[in-house]
């Protein structure tokens, strides 16, 4: 299947974009409570499935070595973030520019004002005036129900920002995916092959049409709770669906290079990050990149309702 960077996955930032991390590490913090060890090793990483996004450079696979490393079971919270944001008033990109990007089907279109904008590559994607991570749908919308999901409209740059403070890194993609997919050799999903196994939701994904008719058979419109479905082999929940996950790694559709097996952390340089995992907006007939093995990218200060992190630690 020829790959895209389509739309549905991330929007991005009509902007050059900028890397602009704020160093907390004089904080000090470094609490491994809550992470699981990934024991170190070799995996199968990516795919020659028949259906994988070739221009994605999701193949060939190749076997690839890890250190150990600890991961978190879960992506970062908003009540996670809250405590950051309250310990150095930090200020994310969403809020610096003073918008995010919003999925249009999480609106409500009677608060509609001339500050939202429908962004340029697909109508489902919104540029709302005030969005940010506390403020999710927009100056009138609230965490304050949601504290258990994931952080979203955070940056690369935000993620990084985070794990100074925490002590901790983003895992490169190669951990990331050693991880997702929780022991198991080669197989589609973080659980096995088999999306929905004896009809049982796994992840939050979308179900129904997309973009106009979502069934919710999943339970969600948006993102879940942190820690819903059953957690991979190594214990971590939502590594599939529900929100993007930042990798540290620049994107390039280049698979790992001969001699570059061993801890590999991507190319030196890019215009793009990693992103993996895919999101509540992730549908087989449009952007069926919630298996282990896809990726896709987004610039460095790009935000949206979709998008999220979790850290990781050497040992």
């Known amino acids: 299947m020829e790959g895209k960077n389509k739309p549905c996955c991330s929007a991005n930032r009509a902007t050059t974009p900028t890397v602009a991390i704020t160093d907390f590490s004089k904080a000090g913090r470094r609490d491994i409570g809550g992470m699981i060890k990934i024991p170190s090793g070799g995996f199968l990483m990516g795919t020659n499935d028949a259906d994988r996004f070739v221009a994605d450079g999701e193949s060939p696979v190749r076997e690839i070595y890890v250190d150990s490393f600890f991961i978190d079971t879960t992506t ?45 590559q697909t109508p489902w994607w919104v540029m709302v005036h005030g969005a940010s991570w506390s403020r999710p749908e927009g100056p009138k919308s609230s965490v304050a129900d949601k504290m ?25 993609e190669a951990e990331w995916e050693k991880a997702a997919r929780g022991g198991l050799i080669q197989k589609r999903y973080p659980w096995g092959d088999a999306l929905c196994p004896d009809g049982k939701h796994q992840c939050n994904i979308w179900q129904g049409v997309f973009p106009t008719l979502n069934t919710l058979d999943d339970g969600f419109l948006g993102t879940a709770p942190a820690q819903s479905f059953e957690p991979n082999g190594f214990g971590l929940y939502n590594m599939a669906g529900n929100v993007w996950e930042w990798c540290n790694d620049w994107f390039s559709n280049t698979a790992h290079l001969p001699g570059s097996q061993i801890n590999p952390q991507g190319p030196p340089a890019g215009t793009t990050k990693t992103i993996k995992g895919g999101s509540f907006l992730c549908h087989e007939s449009y952007c069926n990149r919630y298996r282990v093995a896809a990726r896709t990218s987004n610039t460095p200060d790009s935000s949206a309702s979709n998008m999220g992190f979790r850290c990781v630690v050497s040992e």
């Not at 994931?150 to 403070?165: I, L």
Request: aromatic residues 16%; proline residues 3%; glycine residues 6%.
């Open 76 to 120: 970062v919270t908003n009540s996670q973030f809250a405590d950051f944001v309250e310990a150095t008033g930090y200020q994310t990109d969403a809020e610096k520019f003073g918008w995010s990007f919003v999925f249009e089907g999480l609106l409500d279109i009677t608060d509609a004002d001339s500050d939202w904008q429908v962004a340029a």
């Open 148 to 172: 258990d999901h994931p952080v979203v409209h955070v940056s690369w740059n935000d993620a990084m920002s985070f794990c100074s403070w925490a002590g901790k890194r983003l895992p490169t």
